[in-house]
């Protein structure tokens, strides 16, 4: 099933939602990573600096991981090409108006952008602003 590249398609039809909970991003050395993926990480990123994981909050306290703030998923709902140009800008874009800082994670089928919970509301109804122009 091949995505969507159309940029006016992908933005008329992503419906943006939240995930249940709330997300944080945690770091842990490169070597031990496998002693972490019992806390079942939404997100795996390796960099040479260590591993990142993003965590449910409750597995991150409950291992003891430092972690920066508390974040909420939105899924952009629409199965988006990983060759869609434009996609990623006008979502940022939308979320800069708010000021709203935004960190993107695209997978196979969707976009998912992590936000301060704090902004979680906002972040869908500008996200849905976005689409319902289009």
């Given amino acids: 099933m091949t995505g969507i ?3 006016s398609v992908l933005l008329a039809s ?3 939602s939240l995930v249940e ?3 944080v991003y945690c770091t842990v050395p490169a070597g031990s990573l496998d002693q972490y993926l019992q806390l079942q990480p939404i997100g795996i990123f390796h960099e040479v600096e260590g591993v990142t994981l993003i965590l ?3 597995a ?3 291992a003891g991981l430092g972690a920066g703030i508390a974040m909420r998923c939105i899924t952009l709902n629409v199965h988006s090409s990983l060759e869609a140009v434009g996609l990623t800008a006008a979502v940022s874009a939308a979320l800069t108006k708010e000021g709203i800082s935004a960190n993107v994670v695209a997978g ?3 976009d998912h952008i992590f936000v301060p919970t704090a902004d979680a509301e906002r972040a869908v109804a500008a996200l849905r602003s976005l ?3 289009h």
Avoid: K, R, V
């Fill in 21 to 23: 909970g709330e997300f």
């Fill in 14 to 16: 992503m419906e943006p």
């Fill in 108 to 110: 196979y089928y969707h």
């Fill in 60 to 62: 991150a306290g409950n």
């Fill in 131 to 133: 689409s319902a122009s």
């Fill in 5 to 7: 590249t159309d940029l």
């Fill in 56 to 58: 449910p909050i409750e």
